[in-house]
């Protein structure tokens, strides 16, 4: 009988513990892009920053909803992805404002087509297959995304106007989440999102460190220049 109790007591301790790291995870993920945000409002640029990741990262972890979605998943198991993917839109469009030399049109009618297809995914459903492939898509899509950014920042020395913030809490959620789905959905296909995402968080942190002086100088020269076109526009 104590056995028992004993097993009864540590299952509603793994759900209690399940219960915190969930909450902590939609709490962090709030704040999990702000940092970035006001980098690129401060500077005025997204000098740095890959067009590739920015977007890239954003689908990658929409795709992420909808495999969750269509797969049944407790909501809190991925709801910051919601959140995050908020964030996300808000910086691409914030990285078109800020690159008057890109053209507009192309990218805004793909960001409709995506919207669209969305909610055709999120309405009708797909095939058992189909989901399959919407729970690796992330993996190789949102991971790959990561790439050209560190690519980036090894040609040119700098990390520009990333933030730390975002870096420092994706390696601490996805280490968490590979612990949740684990205890959770016994999923590898969600499991195996988060693991490889902490992996390549870490080599941008380790970035971050190589880079921090170069980094704050190419910020203050970003900040200046959107200062002195403040200026002018004033005058």
């Not at 299952?11 to 915190?20: D, F, P, T, Y």
């Not at 890109?102 to 087509?113: E, I, V």
Request: one cysteine or more; charged letters at 10%.
């Amino acid at each position: 009988m104590s056995a028992m109790a004993d097993m009864v007591d540590m299952a509603e301790l793994k759900k209690l513990v399940i219960m915190g790291l969930n909450c902590a995870m939609l709490a962090g993920s709030c704040l999990m892009k702000l940092p970035q945000i006001n980098n690129i409002l401060k500077a005025g640029s997204v000098v740095g920053l890959s067009e590739a990741f920015v977007i890239n990262d954003c689908i990658a972890g929409l795709l992420f909803v909808y495999y969750n979605v269509l797969s049944g998943h407790p909501f809190m198991s991925w709801g910051e992805n919601v959140i995050v993917g908020i964030q996300n839109a808000i910086i691409i469009f914030m990285y078109w404002h800020y690159s008057p030399e890109l053209p507009k049109a192309p990218r805004f009618l793909g960001a409709a087509t995506f919207v669209a297809c969305s909610a055709v995914v999120l309405l009708f459903g797909l095939p058992e297959t189909a989901v399959s492939a919407l729970g690796m898509a992330p993996i190789i899509l949102g991971n790959g995304s990561k790439v050209p950014q560190i690519w980036k920042n090894m040609v040119q020395k700098h990390t520009g106007t990333m933030a730390v913030v975002p870096a420092l809490m994706g390696l601490a959620g996805c280490s968490v989440r590979v612990l949740t789905y684990a205890l959770q959905t016994k999923d590898v296909v969600a499991i195996l999102n988060p693991l490889a995402a902490a992996t390549l968080w870490f080599v941008l942190l380790l970035q971050f460190v190589l880079y921090w002086k170069t980094t704050k100088q190419v910020q203050k020269e970003a900040q200046a220049k959107h200062k002195e076109a403040g200026q002018k526009k004033t005058s």
